[in-house]
Structure formats: C-alpha cells, structure tokens
C-alpha cells in the first residue's frame, strides 16, 4: 500500500506541482489548503508525513499551529515545513515545534524528494532494527528502537523522529562525544548548527519535565554533545 502524504498549502497550483512530483515517485497525496481541512482529515486518519507551509491562507501562522496540534496527536509522525519563510526565528520556530525539517520552497524536486526518503528510513529502520540493538538502556533511561519509545525514570518521553535518533546515538556510547556532524549522519538530515543546537534545547526541555533534574546531556564547548557516562 502506497504511503500517504498530506500536502497544506493554501496555493493551489504549487501543491499541484509537489503533488504531481509525489505522484510519480510512487505516493499516495492529498492537498488541504487550509488548517480546519487538515485537521478534519486528520481526525479522521494521520497520513504518513505532513508537508505544512507556515502561511495558510488568512492564518499567518497556521502552519505553525497545526504542527503544534499534529504533534499533541503523534510524536512520531514525520513533519515537514516547506514554506518561502526562510528566516532563522521561523526555522526555529518551526523545529522548536516539533517537525523533523524545515525547507525553503526554492529547494528543487529533487532535493526535496531525497529529504523524504530520508525520513522515510529512518522511520522504518526504527520499525525494523536488528534484535541485538532493539534496547538501550543508560541508568534511568531506556530506549526501545523497534518500539521507537523512550523512557526515563519509567515515564514516557514522546520524541520526534530526530529527535529519537540523536538521543539513540548519544545514549548508545555513553562518555562519547558527537560533533554536529556525527548527529546529522545518524539522524540521516542535513541540518545546520543552529537547528542542532534548536532540537538538543527541545531534548532537554522533554526531560527536564520529566525530571527537574535531568542532566544527562552534556555540551561539549566546541566540539558537540554527549550522554553522561553512569
């Protein structure tokens, strides 16, 4: 069965042409040009990524809104912003809200299409891992990679698709320390510093609710991140 991706996006004739692109590379697409018709559809069922533009009609920012209700319905579903709102305060924004990417719509197809297929596999590799490596568990944290769920102090931490892959690669060495780059790689996304540093914040902003004294992420000061070693 075709995998479904919801387009939102209030100008017609683009949604056609990320359709039409969509289409041909074998996915099911359906277009909402408004908040209120997405979420209706989405009562219903999820699909299985979410194209959002920022600017939805009269709603200057009903992009950002429905990513926000999109992700109090599923933590795992991939979100992607493909807007012309190119600033660093809406790209933070918007990851700080929870999606996976944020695109520029003068982004080719091309690259576009690769983006997809990236959050593609990381999300099935997360359904199918090898037996050996299906549990981390660091101390109080516990990372189930088949069940893509994430435990700390044995209370659920709901995690974006990213966001569980950058907390999978720290966790599994603990003491080790991640670049940047090192991140991007096992996130499979390409990403610039500042989003890094955006999705690390939202990381321990998720365990700190958690655990007011969560410290189990460590900066780096000009190198990257790491998982307290126990």
């Known amino acids: 069965m075709p995998r479904h991706i919801a387009i939102v996006e209030d100008e017609l004739a683009i949604a056609e042409n990320y359709r039409d692109a969509l289409v041909q590379q074998g996915y099911q697409v359906s277009i909402y040009n408004n908040r209120a018709a997405a979420l209706a559809a989405f009562a219903q069922a999820l699909p299985d990524l979410a194209i959002i533009d920022v600017g939805l009609g009269d709603e200057i920012e009903g992009g950002f809104d429905l990513c926000r209700e999109l992700r109090q319905r599923s933590a795992e579903l991939p979100i992607v912003f493909l807007t012309a709102r190119e600033s660093e305060f809406d790209v933070i924004s918007g990851l700080r809200l929870g999606a996976d ?5 003068d ?5 576009m299409m690769v983006r997809i297929i990236a959050l593609f596999r990381r999300v099935d590799a997360l359904k199918n891992p090898a037996a050996q490596e299906d549990i981390i568990q660091q101390g109080p944290l516990t990372v189930n990679k088949e069940r893509m769920t994430t435990l700390w102090q044995e209370q659920a931490v709901d995690l974006t698709v990213t966001e569980f ?6 966790a599994k060495k603990p003491g080790h320390v991640k670049n940047r780059q090192q991140l991007m790689d096992a996130a499979n996304v390409v990403l610039d510093d ?11 902003k998720k365990f700190l609710a958690v655990d007011p004294q969560f410290a189990a992420i460590e ?10 070693a126990n």
């Open 101 to 105: 990417d944020y695109l520029t719509k």
């Open 107 to 111: 982004i080719s197809q091309a690259q």
């Open 165 to 170: 892959w950058i907390i999978y690669v720290l």
């Open 194 to 204: 500042n989003t890094i540093t955006t999705h690390i914040k939202r990381l321990r």
């Open 219 to 228: 900066t780096v000061y000009g190198m990257g991140y790491r998982w307290k």
